[in-house]
């Protein structure tokens, strides 16, 4: 890939070479972007984003093109944003802005903080994400957003899972039937609404289980104990919980989830986390 | 703005060379340059040499007399205290001493024959977490280029505009175009990274390196047709990023397209398909395929649009605009009906394969472990919309806006959702106050989430009112203007609890010529959640400024909110005042 990028480096700059040999498709003023240009592009992308901490989507549905890739699920996805989280703050840093003639694209940093509508938990989010804004006649424009998407919980966050401590010695673990104090997080922002999901959990030593992680804030999952035991007998699979084989360690048991939806153009991606038992 | 154009002499190099770290030290001595509005370029250029260090851009005479240099920038410093409380969960903000300094620099070359140079520079330097998180500066903007007849070349930041299912995104790197007879040609590589500074820091990086490159060739077909084709590519760097990134692998794409745009009388075609290749490291990689097309019929009076967009799930571009796993079919249409009434329809069937599934119980265990394969959920919606809005010939400045919308969903899962929402507005304006009035209601089901169902009633009204001594004949020299806005809501969730919030506003602004501009905002929510718990917020922002000379200002500013301090579980506040100078040139 990077003797690619450097031909066609090369090739770039062998186009530009003789271009004033050329006569122009068309005689034009040619065109530099500002960072007047920048300024407004900005200021109409704040405008979306107070009106969508408002809950006023009409305002955004006026903004946006019809022809907009993924139009109603957008719309949707912002709707349900408005009646499932209060208090929506979308706090923007480490911008960074490009621009053309008639589009800018605005890369940032991106916190969204809330509140449940069921029982009021705050809840945060977090992600980076690429605006596109495009010059129309009557102002800028939000064409698309890609990367983690800020606005509608349902249109693409990677989600993130964190599972402590990586590493267990065998003598911490019970006899079965017991459970052990182990740490699981699921934050998926695209999952706001549920009351629990499932992720999977699967051992060297061929055990198998669903694991529950049950909600904590809107789109957060978390457990802080985990049914996990050893004994001296082969595991049996879907049992309802974890047991190593305590003849045959060290053992590896995986926590492993699908991000059907994880942003940025990106199919579904599996994520997963191991912990080591010794 | 320092512009110079005296001399019959033209910059024939230099400008797109000119040192980055040259610029930076320029803007800091633009009290001196700001003593010229229009100077020479002998003078300009002395000032670049003194500020970059370096050599300054040799001047070779032209041959009609005309050059023209332009530079424009700012810079502010701000210094500003803040105290916070409520944590991270609650609150961006940490309290303490903080600085934020900005800068941009603009400076552009015109030739003779009217090609541009340039270079663009934006910079933040600040030890406010709550701005930078990592580090404590940053480049905003990095761009140069030159651009003229027939032709473009852009370095550092350039924006990638070429299709909506080939290529269009940030990139930083390269970008040359240019015409070859009618033919354009326009090429691009270099690196999709989250900042300059994770560029150059992997400790700064949160995601992979992605090596891209991206071709694009347009040409016309007589009068009325324009086609193109693309040819893109991107490679995730897999060691790029530390062992904390997340856990995914790293995957590349390679994308193809073709397209067309047709315009002839009142019609008009827009249609573009694309193959693509994706591929996770050490996976079996996905072809796929998407395609779009949207046209329409302008007339007088209406306007139709009419659309279908179908992306695979596994179609991977650099198209920001290309959400994969979209199959979409619209028809659009604007009407003014009279001269008092417009109306705009909008029906559309939508298929989400990349909607959120509902979690399917484990398999049985089948030693050794196989993986588990996605298993696709497909969410079909179908919606409506329609907004009308009037105006009054005999009440003129009387405006109403209706607007109608419901979508019902369904999963292959066995799951719906339907969305429904209603809404007025009135507003009436006249030249010295203006008022609005407005509802708004929605209703919200999701059978996998029904927990959050519910109904919203939304009013909102607002009051303004200008005062100043503008006359017919003079302008103004002295301005007020006053808006009070209120919004009540209530959320009645299908559980039978109710969550209230009502909200007040004042923003008072005024600016007199000589003295300078001042506002003032107050505000303040009372409401409850659905447990029953009180809300109460309030807050307030005071803001003075004034112009020193004529490129110098002065802001002084005091903002506060204070959030639920009765409820310590969910209490935050912040408070900062600060102020900040700035310079224009």
Known sequence: MRSEFFLLLIACLAIIAPAKAQAPAAEQKPQVAGFEDMKAARAALDEIIRAYETGDIGTIQARLDPAMIGYQRFLDGMRRDTANLKQIRLHLFEANVTAGPDVAMIQVAWEKRFFGVADFTPGIFSGRSSFLMHRSRDGWRLAAVSGDNPFSSESGVLATLTVMPAAIPLAAVPFCPGAFPLSIELVDPDLAGLQSVTIEAFTSQGDREGVVLTAVSPGRFRRSTLPLCQDPAPPVGSSGGVEIRNTAVPATLTFRYIDANPGANRPPATLSRSVVIR | ?585
């Open chain 2, 1 to 585: 703005m320092i512009r110079c154009s005296r001399q019959a002499e033209t910059i024939r190099r230099g400008l797109t060379s000119a040192a980055l770290p040259g610029l930076v030290l320029g803007l800091s001595n633009s009290p001196a340059l700001a003593t010229s509005q229009l100077a020479d370029n002998g003078a300009v250029l002395a000032q670049f040499a003194q500020a970059s260090g370096g050599p300054a851009p040799e001047l070779v005479k032209g041959e009609d007399g005309t050059t023209q240099i332009e530079w424009h920038g700012n810079a502010t410093v701000d210094f500003y205290s803040r105290s916070a409380s409520g944590g991270a969960t609650l609150t961006p903000y940490s309290g303490g001493q903080f600085h934020r300094i900005g800068m941009q620099s603009d400076l552009r070359g015109t030739a003779p024959e009217g090609d541009v140079s340039w270079m663009q520079l934006a910079l933040t330097q600040s030890d406010d977490p709550s701005l930078l998180l990592l580090g404590n500066s940053q480049i905003n903007t990095l761009s140069a280029g030159r651009a003229g007849q027939g032709y473009r070349l852009a370095l550092g930041d350039v924006a990638v505009s070429h299709s909506s299912l080939g290529a269009n995104m940030p990139l930083r790197g390269i970008l040359a175009q240019r015409y070859f007879g009618q033919t354009l040609v326009s090429a691009s590589a270099g690196v999709i990274a989250e900042s300059w500074e994770a560029l150059a820091d992997q400790g700064r990086r949160r995601m992979f390196l992605k090596n891209a490159y991206a071709l694009k060739a347009e040409s016309p077909f007589g009068q009325n047709l324009q086609a193109y084709a693309t040819v893109q590519g991107y490679r995730e760097d897999g060691d790029s990023v530390g062992a904390n990134a997340p856990a995914l692998v790293p995957s590349s794409g390679n994308t193809a397209t073709a397209g067309l745009n047709w315009r002839e009388g009142r019609y008009y075609l827009q249609a573009e398909g694309g193959l693509s290749r994706y591929g996770e490291k050490g996976l079996d990689g996905h072809r796929d395929r998407a395609l779009i097309v949207d046209g329409g019929w302008q007339g007088d009076k209406l306007g139709l649009r009419l659309g279908h967009h179908d992306l695979g799930r596994y179609y991977a571009s650099l198209s920001g605009l290309a959400g994969a796993g979209i199959r979409e079919t619209y028809a659009n249409a604007s009407w003014q009906a009279a001269q008092w009434m417009s109306l705009t329809g909008d029906v559309r069937r939508s298929e989400n394969q990349m909607a959120a599934p509902p979690v399917p119980p484990p398999p049985p265990t089948i030693p050794p472990t196989p993986v588990t394969p996605y298993t696709p959920f497909v969410g079909k919606t179908e919606a409506a919309n329609l907004r009308a809005q009037f105006t009054f010939l005999d009440v003129p400045g009387l405006g109403l806006g209706l607007s109608v919308g419901e979508s019902h969903g369904k999963s292959s899962g066995g799951s719906s959702n339907r969305n429904a929402n209603q809404g007025a507005n009135l507003t009436y304006m006249q030249p010295a106050w203006n008022a609005s009035l407005g509802y708004q209601n929605s209703t919200l089901k999701n059978s996998i989430a029904a927990g959050s169902d519910s109904r919203s009633d939304t009013w909102t009204a607002s009051y303004g009112r200008n005062w100043s001594d503008a006359t017919a004949v003079a302008p103004a020299s002295w301005m007020l203007n006053a808006t009070a806005s209120g919004s009540f809501q209530r959320q009645h969730l299908e559980n039978g609890t109710t969550s209230t919030l009502n909200t007040l506003n004042l923003v008072v602004m005024g600016e007199r010529s000589q003295w300078g501009r001042l506002s003032a905002i107050l505000g303040g929510s009372r409401g409850h959640d659905a447990t029953g718990g009180e809300l109460r917020q309030h807050w307030y922002q005071l803001d003075a400024g004034r112009a020193l000379g004529q490129r110098g200002g002065i802001r002084l500013y005091l903002r506060a909110m204070s959030s639920f301090q009765d409820r310590a579980a969910i209490a935050y506040r912040d408070k900062t005042a600060g102020v900040q100078l700035s310079y224009a040139f």
